[in-house]
């Protein structure tokens, strides 16, 4: 798994598994939050269910979970807004950040600082997304089952493409499809490691190991950032390089 999954990976090895829990906890509280604007209620609310489900998966405690859906019933909450930035990175490489802020001016200072610091550029909307697909992703670990019998489940779910290796496996689909799908898949195999709607890059960037070091550095303070929820990019960097720098 390249880019976006791969770097998730990366970020794994490195940190405080405190420290990255908590950052997890307030990245799921705030999807939860801005999911349940719509509706409180998970069976009429798609987005809501899939921030509810990702919320189990992460073991967050269920009081915390009913205390955002009770301030979102009572209409009190934060207020937050959804910005997506795009931009380049080393080597070439294409980055599209999904951010939720509760100061736009903030986030635009501090995501243009992140680039600009690391030999990236920040660019205009749709300077990027033309090179990635949006997707719905179902991600299983490796121990979940064999390649093939996930490959024949994932089929029978009605999904675009099946993606196995060492690091597990990557199911996506249409986001139209995507709760059906993960829905399918979660009564054969449980519930997923992750899932939800992201970018997937149509073709991949190899970047050098000099490349790779300035853009993971750019990676990492993105991802240190609060209100970044989400970071995709479209490289790809060998086993090699990566054993090097983390």
Partial sequence: MAGHSKFKNIMHRKGAQDKKRAKIFGRLIKELTVAARSSADPDSNPRLRTALLAARAANMPKDNIERVLKRAEGGEGESYDEIRYEGYGP???????????????????????????????????GSVSFMFDRVGQVIYSVDAADADI????????????????????????????????????????????????????????????AQASTLLKLLDALDDNEDVQNVVSNFDISDDVIAKLT
């Fill in 91 to 125: 080597g070439g490489t294409a980055l599209i950040v999904d951010s939720v802020t509760d100061n736009r001016n903030r986030t635009a200072s501090e995501v243009r600082a992140a680039f600009n610091r690391y030999g990236g550029a920040l660019g205009e909307t």
């Fill in 150 to 209: 996930i490959f024949e489940a994932a089929l029978e779910a009605g999904v675009d493409n099946v993606d196995s290796d060492d690091n597990g496996h990557e199911i996506t689909c249409s986001p139209e499809d995507f709760n059906a799908v993960r829905e399918a898949l979660e009564t054969v195999f449980g519930a997923p490691e992750e899932s939800g709607l992201t970018w997937k890059p149509r073709n991949l960037i190899t970047v050098d190991e």
